[in-house]
C-alpha cells in the first residue's frame, strides 16, 4: 500500500471515531478502534516476532478456553486430555488465529526473543515451572518444550536478553537467584543467588518483588529493580557494583503491587564509538506495600501517583520523582518509536491478583521525556495545542470503553499502532462477573498516527538490513511536501515480551547519523551508524523507525548481529 494511502487510511480512522462515537474521545486525542472481538484466549502474555505475526498465551490451569486445538493436537496435560488451545498465533494483517499447543502451564511466565528472532519463553505455574519453551517464527510453528530447561522453580520471574545472546531469567517467587539459557554450555548449568532478592522481600508472602524489573545498562551491567529499590549487576561474576537510592515515596513498585518501568531512549552520537551514553530508567505507578492485603479484605487503597528517574549509570544517582495526572497500578508503559512512553491499562485502586483492584483507568498518558516537568517546549516531537490536557511531561489521551486490568497486555506494532489486550481478573474464564474476563484485541493510535503531517515512508536500506555493530548504512525515504532535515531522526526499537505491566527487553536507540540529503523531490537519503557494541543493542531484530517531526514512518526490521 503506497505511503499516501496510509495517511489518509489513518486520518480517515481518526476522523471516523471523532464524528461517528461523538465525544467519546473529545477533547483528547489518539484514538481507539476494535481488532478482533475474540482470539479464544485472554491475552495474559504476548510477543511479537520478526514475521510480524502477535503470539499469545494465559494458562493451561485456567478451565476450557474459547477456541479448540486441531483433531488430533489434544496433548495430555495433568492426566487428561485438554483439546482447548491457550496459547495463538495472531496474523495482523488478516486477523485470522491459529491454535498452538502449549503443554506445560504458562501462568505468569517470562519471555524473549532470541538473536535469531525466536520466542524463548520460562518457567509458569506446577508442571510449567522449570520449563523452557521455544516458538520459532515460521510458518505452522509450533511450540517446543525442554522440561528440565531451567534449574530452578521460576514463577513470576523476568528475563533479559544480553550482550552473548544469552538470556538471564531473574527471581520468582521464594527464588533469590539467577540462571541463563537455553543451557548449551557447561556454564549455563550454574545457579547464581542474589541476596538483593530475599533483602527486599519485606512482607513475607505478599513478596512485592515478584517480576523485578530488569534493564541492560549499556557499559553491560544489570539493572534490577525490586519493590521499592535497585542495584547494578555484574552478573559474570555476581558482584554488586553499585546501590541506588530507595525509591522516594513508600510504595512498592513490584508484583503484586504493580507498576512498571522502561529503560529512556539510549542517544548515540556518530564520534561515540568508544563511549557509553547515559541511561535512564522511568518507573511508575505501584502501590503501597500492604494493599495486597487489604483489598483481599475487601479495603482497595489508592494506587501511587507517582514516576521516578534514575540516571543508572551516573555515580552518585538521586531518584527524580514526578507526579502522574492520575493514581494508576497495573498500567503497562510502551516506548514508542518518536521516543516517547505511553502508559496505558490499569486501575486507580487495589492491587494485582484476583479481583482485587476497583476503577479502571481507561485513558493513556503520554510522556515526553525531553519535556521539562513543568511548561516547555516537545523538543522535536508533536507540537499539541494549548487546549490538550497536558501536566508537566504528561498529556491524557483519549479513553478506552473497556477496563484493561490484571493479567492485561499491550505491544508496540511495526505500523506504530499499539495492540492492547487480556484482562482477566477472575480465577477462571467469567464473563458475567463486574470485570468480565476478557478475549479482544483492541489497537491505539497515537496521536502521530493522527496527526495531519505527511508520514515518511522508507524505501530501502542498504547495503542490507543484515547489521554489525559500528556498520554504516543508508536508508532511503520518501516524504511528501517540504522535509526538514532538523526534525528528522532514526529510532531502533526492540521487540519485548509483555505480562504484568513489565515489557521485558524493551528498548529503543536513537541512532547516530551522519548526513541527510534529499536526492529528488520528496525522496531522501540518511546515512547513520548501527549501535557500536552488544550491551548497547543485544544481538537479534529490531525495528527500524523513520522519525520526521514528530512522524514515525512503519518499522522495517533489521537484525543486528
Not at 547515559?278 to 500492604?290: H, K
Not at 490499569?346 to 491478583?353: D, I, N, R
Not at 519535556?371 to 498529556?395: A, C, D, H, K, Y
Not at 492485561?408 to 474476563?437: E, I, K, M, Q, W
Request: with cysteine.
Amino acid at each position: 500500500m503506497a505511503a499516501k494511502t496510509i495517511v489518509l487510511l489513518l486520518l480517515a480512522i481518526c476522523s471516523f471515531f471523532t464524528l461517528a462515537l461523538g465525544g467519546y474521545s473529545e477533547g483528547y486525542l489518539g484514538k481507539w478502534k476494535m481488532l478482533k472481538r475474540s482470539i479464544g484466549i485472554s491475552a495474559m502474555h504476548m510477543a511479537l516476532l520478526p514475521n510480524d505475526r502477535i503470539v499469545a498465551f494465559d494458562r493451561t490451569s485456567m478451565g476450557p478456553s474459547n477456541i479448540t486445538l486441531p483433531s488430533g493436537k489434544c496433548p495430555n496435560i495433568s492426566k487428561f486430555i485438554d483439546c482447548y488451545a491457550h496459547s495463538v498465533e495472531f496474523n495482523l494483517a488478516n486477523r485470522s488465529v491459529r491454535a498452538l499447543t502449549v503443554l506445560s502451564d504458562t501462568w505468569c511466565s517470562a519471555g524473549a526473543l532470541d538473536p535469531d528472532g525466536m520466542l524463548v519463553q520460562s518457567g509458569g505455574y506446577n508442571d510449567g515451572q522449570r520449563v523452557v519453551r521455544y516458538l520459532k517464527p515460521r510458518p505452522n510453528s509450533d511450540w517446543v518444550e525442554d522440561p528440565k530447561g531451567l534449574i530452578q522453580p521460576r514463577w513470576y520471574a523476568s528475563n533479559q536478553i544480553l550482550p552473548n545472546g544469552k538470556i538471564v531469567v531473574v527471581g520468582g517467587r521464594f527464588q533469590y537467584s539467577y540462571e541463563f539459557i537455553p543451557k548449551t554450555s557447561k556454564s549455563d548449568h550454574k545457579l547464581y543467588q542474589l541476596p538483593f532478592l530475599r533483602e527486599t522481600n519485606y512482607y513475607g508472602s505478599v513478596q512485592n518483588n515478584l517480576y523485578p524489573f530488569t534493564h541492560l545498562s549499556p557499559d553491560g551491567n544489570l539493572f534490577i529493580f525490586a519493590n521499592d529499590r535497585a542495584i547494578l549487576l555484574d552478573y559474570v561474576n555476581n558482584i554488586v557494583v553499585r546501590n541506588y537510592p530507595v525509591m522516594p515515596g513508600g510504595f512498592s513498585r513490584n508484583y503484586p503491587s504493580t507498576g512498571s518501568s522502561v529503560l529512556l531512549p539510549l542517544k548515540l552520537l556518530p564520534n561515540n564509538a568508544t563511549n557509553t551514553p547515559d541511561a535512564e530508567v522511568l518507573i511508575c505507578g505501584g502501590t503501597l506495600p500492604y494493599s495486597n492485603f487489604h483489598a483481599n479484605n475487601g479495603e482497595f487503597l489508592d494506587a501511587a501517583k507517582t514516576c521516578g528517574r534514575l540516571v543508572i549509570t551516573k555515580e552518585n544517582a538521586e531518584w527524580e520523582m514526578e507526579d502522574m495526572p492520575m493514581n494508576r497500578v497495573m498500567g503497562d508503559m510502551l516506548l514508542l518509536p518518536t521516543g516517547d512512553v505511553l502508559i496505558i491499562n490499569g486501575a486507580a485502586k487495589g492491587t494485582a491478583g484476583w479481583g482485587v483492584a476497583r476503577e479502571p483507568v481507561l485513558n493513556p498518558l503520554l510522556y515526553h521525556p525531553d519535556m521539562p516537568s513543568s511548561n516547555g517546549t516537545s523538543n522535536g516531537n508533536i507540537v499539541f495545542s494549548t487546549n490538550q490536557e497536558r501536566r508537566g511531561r504528561f498529556l491524557i489521551l483519549s479513553p478506552t470503553t473497556i477496563p484493561r486490568l490484571y493479567h492485561s497486555t499491550a505491544h508496540l506494532l511495526s505500523d506504530g499502532r499499539v495492540l492492547v489486550g487480556g484482562s482477566n481478573p477472575n480465577r477462571n474464564y467469567n464473563f458475567t462477573t463486574l470485570y468480565p474476563t476478557e478475549l479482544s484485541l483492541e489497537v491505539f493510535y497515537p496521536p502521530y498516527l493522527c496527526s495531519d503531517k505527511s508520514r515518511p515512508s522508507i524505501a530501502w536500506v542498504k547495503p542490507s538490513v543484515e547489521l554489525g555493530y559500528k556498520q554504516k548504512f543508508s536508508l532511503g525515504f520518501h516524504l511528501k511536501g517540504k522535509g526538514d532535515i532538523e526534525k528528522l531522526y532514526l529510532t531502533m526499537v526492540a521487540p519485548s515480551f509483555s505480562t504484568h505491566s513489565f515489557s521485558m527487553n524493551q528498548r529503543l536507540l536513537v541512532l547516530a547519523l551522519e548526513q541527510v540529503s534529499e536526492t529528488s523531490t520528496g525522496n531522501f537519503v540518511v546515512e547513520g551508524y548501527a549501535p557500536a557494541t552488544a550491551a548497547l543493542a543485544p544481538p537479534g531484530y529490531y525495528q527500524l523507525f523513520v522519525v520526521h517531526d514528530g512522524v514515525p514512518s512503519r518499522g522495517t526490521w533489521v537484525n543486528i548481529k
